[in-house]
């Protein structure tokens, strides 16, 4: 009876004991799951937390150009440069209420879109490609407007040759018509050498039309003008390059190489019309086609 109680006690024990340990592990499965559950909660609650700053971030930079996106996404140091920021002071207090975003960019704008042909540069670049854009607008548009007025120079003198021909011609003609009238007026060789001999008759026949009497008076005058315009547009093209020069020192050095090459160009060019003016007034005057000189 003694060993039957005894072994009673025993099997309660262990039957306490498994119970307990029992309880125990429920009670750890119910702490971990509660714990588990919050911290799915804490998460779902930051989840919706940065989707509503996202989305008011979002809200805050259409605001602004769109260009300021593709700035920021493009270079997320920007979030931290109070120097950019200053530009923008709702933004620059935005970031500093929510400091999260300058942390995770990629996150907070990820609804901008960089498009793969646009390639953002730093300010100081930008600044530098667009004063180089700058320039080379004004340079197409120069070139373009001294093809223009090219064109329309050779179409005003292909005009000019045109006319002066034709009153050219049209004056032959006349004189010719009236040689041939005044010819049949003689009736014999003698009146018509009588005729000749006077000084109304030799003025007559030796008349020529106008304009070749303009060119011949402007032949013997010729070299000179040549010379004399050559000289001036070598000084005038030497004025220019030295004004290049003059501006080169106050421009970017991607300008300042292109303005070089154009002052260095026109200096060079009107050196040369220089000298082609000096060696052409050398070879006329020892050729005799300066004519006299005047004393």
Known sequence: MRLTGLMRDVVGGVVVVVAAMVGGWGGSLTVVEAQTRTAAARSDQNSQSAEDTRREFRQLLEQFPP??????KSDPTLLSNATYLASYPALAQYLTEHPEVPRDPAYFLE???????????APDAQVKRDAINMWRDTTSGFMFLLGFATAGFCLVWIVRSVVEHRRWLRATR??????????????????????MESP???QFLQAAPLSLDASSRRAP??????????????VVL??????????QRNMIDE????????????????????????????????????GEPKV
Request: aromatic share 8%; glycine share 10%; charged share 10%.
């Open 67 to 72: 260009a300021l996106g593709v700035v920021l």
């Open 221 to 234: 005058g010729a070299p000179f003008s040549r010379i004399l315009w050559s000289a001036q547009a070598g």
């Open 200 to 202: 109304a008759g030799a």
């Open 255 to 290: 300008v300042a190489q292109m303005l070089g090459a154009w002052g260095t160009f026109s200096i060079a060019v009107g050196v040369g019309f220089v000298i082609s003016a000096a060696a052409s007034y050398v070879i006329s005057s020892r050729m005799g086609l300066l």
């Open 174 to 195: 006349i004189q010719s018509d009236a040689h041939n009238k005044l010819l049949e007026r003689f009736s014999s060789s003698a009146e018509l050498a009588a005729y």
């Open 111 to 121: 609804h901008v879109q960089l498009r793969k042909d646009t390639v953002m540069l």
């Open 238 to 247: 030497i004025a220019a390059g030295i004004g290049f020069l003059l501006i």
